[in-house]
T-cell receptor, first 109, second 111 residues
Framework: QKEVEQNSGPLSVPEGAIASLNCTYS??????FFWYRQYSGKSPELIMF????GDKEDGRFTAQLNKASQYVSLLIRDSQPSDSATYLC?????????FGAGTRLTVKP | DTAVSQTPKYLVTQMGNDKSIKCEQN?????MYWYKQDSKKFLKIMFS???????INETVPNRFSPKSPDKAHLNLHINSLELGDSAVYFC??????????FGPGTRLTVL
């Protein structure tokens, strides 16, 4: 059974701080890794993807992947109240996308 | 100019009824999916179709039957609805290993 694990939170950070979200996965053969943001009552929205070991930066977001440790993380710099949402980690392998349970992030003004 | 659309947005029905949810994508993607998100917000894959062919069929009751008339459409028919079917159902599409684009969801309530 392929599994994707996330700390469900809630994670609370002050405005302007760095939010760090973590995810581990069980299938060593997994190829692609994604982070989605889901606001309450809305659909998941893709914010980052990463395929290779290392860091990938996009604006205030940085995704980090370590395939040896089967670990992927998302850093959000200069967190804003509008970043308050549930963040879903997803792992893709052969047309099969598996999601973690999500981490709820609250950014306090 | 919606990329992935679903109808209806809300569905309230009695136990034992049969209902359908429709999904369409205009992104030209080859793969489409149905997900169920329960009250605990866990997003679970149900089915995946690639170019109209079923490629993933998770352990869901056979009361759920997907149909893909063409690669832009993936509909979900549910027979004999039960209370436990109440959830939000999301359609999504993707191309290759790129991320998925989700529809707005259909909130199903079974009374």
């Amino acid at each position: 059974q392929k599994e994707v694990e996330q700390n469900s939170g809630p994670l609370s950070v002050p405005e302007g701080a760095i939010a760090s979200l973590n995810c581990t996965y069980s299938d060593r053969g997994s190829q692609s890794f994604f982070w989605y943001r889901q606001y309450s009552g809305k659909s998941p929205e893709l914010i980052m993807f990463i395929y290779s070991n290392g860091d990938k930066e996009d604006g205030r977001f940085t995704a980090q992947l370590n395939k040896a440790s089967q670990y992927v993380s998302l850093l959000i710099r200069d967190s804003q109240p509008s970043d308050s949402a549930t963040y879903l980690c997803a792992v893709f392998d052969n047309n099969d996308m598996r999601f973690g349970a999500g981490t709820r992030l609250t950014v306090k003004p | 100019d919606t990329a992935v659309s679903q109808t209806p947005k809300y569905l309230v029905t009695q136990m034992g009824n049969d209902k359908s949810i429709k999904c369409e994508q205009n992104l030209g993607h080859d793969t489409m999916y149905w997900y169920k998100q329960d009250s605990k917000k866990f997003l679970k894959i149900m089915f995946s179709y690639n170019n109209k062919e079923l490629i993933i069929n998770e352990t869901v009751p056979n009361r759920f039957s997907p149909k893909s008339p063409d690669k832009a459409h993936l509909n979900l028919h549910i027979n004999s609805l039960e209370l436990g079917d109440s959830a939000v159902y999301f359609c999504a599409s993707s191309q290759g290993q790129s991320g998925q684009y989700f529809g707005p969801g259909t909130r199903l309530t079974v009374l």
